[in-house]
C-alpha cells in the first residue's frame, strides 16, 4: 500500500520542535524548504530539503509521473536515440537500417543507403520511449559500434557487407545517404573491433 504523505506548515527555521511521523512533511517559511521527516522524537529530521528560491539537489533518482519542464544542461552519456522495433534483439553497437520484418534490420550491404544508425549501448535522451518492445538506434552523438579495419580516427564511416558491421568509406562508392558518421579510434588491421563513433550524416 503506497504511503500518503501529509503536509503541514511549520514556524520555526529548523522545525526542532516538530516531532511528525514517517513521510510527513514539513514546510519552512523562513528558510521557504519543503522538509520530509523520518519520525524520529528528536525532530527535525531531514530526509529531504527543497529549496523553491534556489537550488534543488538530490543524492537519488527523481522519479515523477508528469513532465518534467526545465532546460537541461549537461547529460551523462553521449547520443541522442530513438526506439524502433527490429526483426531481433540485436546487440549494442550493431550497425542497423531501415528495412527487414518490422522497422529495422541489420545492415547486410557494403555501402547500404538505408543504414538507420547503431544500436545504442546508454541514450543521453531516447525519443519513443513508450515503445518498449523497440530498440534504441543511436541518431546523433558518440556512441560504441562494430567497426571492421582497417580506419583511422576521422574517416567516414559506411555499412560493410558483414552484417551489422561498420567500414571505412570507399570513396568510389559513395551514394548519397550511405554514410554513418565518422571513427573516433584507429584499427590498424583487418580485425573487427568495437571502437566509438560520431553518429550523423557528416
Not at 518492445?133 to 564511416?157: E, M, S, T, Y
Amino acid at each position: 500500500m503506497p504511503t500518503t504523505l501529509q503536509f503541514r506548515r511549520g514556524t520555526t527555521a529548523q522545525n526542532d520542535a516538530f516531532t511528525g511521523a514517517a513521510g510527513e512533511l514539513t514546510f519552512d517559511t523562513t528558510l521557504n524548504t519543503i522538509i520530509a521527516h523520518d519520525g524520529s522524537t528528536a525532530g527535525g529530521h531531514t530526509l529531504v530539503t527543497t529549496n523553491f528560491g534556489a537550488d534543488i539537489t538530490t543524492s537519488g533518482n527523481v522519479t515523477t509521473s508528469s513532465y518534467f519542464v526545465g532546460t537541461a544542461t549537461t547529460a551523462k552519456y553521449a547520443d541522442l536515440a530513438e526506439r524502433y522495433l527490429a526483426d531481433d534483439n540485436y546487440e549494442p553497437g550493431t550497425v542497423v537500417a531501415f528495412g527487414g520484418t518490422y522497422e529495422i534490420t541489420k545492415t547486410t550491404e557494403s555501402h547500404q543507403r538505408s543504414v538507420a544508425g547503431v544500436i545504442s549501448t546508454k541514450p543521453a535522451y531516447l525519443m519513443n520511449e513508450a515503445e518498449e518492445n523497440g530498440l534504441p538506434v543511436a541518431l546523433q552523438g558518440r556512441v560504441p559500434c562494430n567497426v571492421k579495419g582497417p580506419i583511422n580516427k576521422g574517416d567516414l564511416v559506411v555499412a560493410s557487407d558483414e552484417p551489422g558491421v561498420a567500414q571505412r568509406l570507399d570513396d568510389a562508392k559513395y551514394m548519397p545517404g550511405c554514410v554513418l558518421g565518422k571513427a573516433l579510434e584507429t584499427i590498424e588491421s583487418n580485425e573487427t573491433k568495437h571502437i566509438e563513433v560520431v553518429v550523423g550524416r557528416l
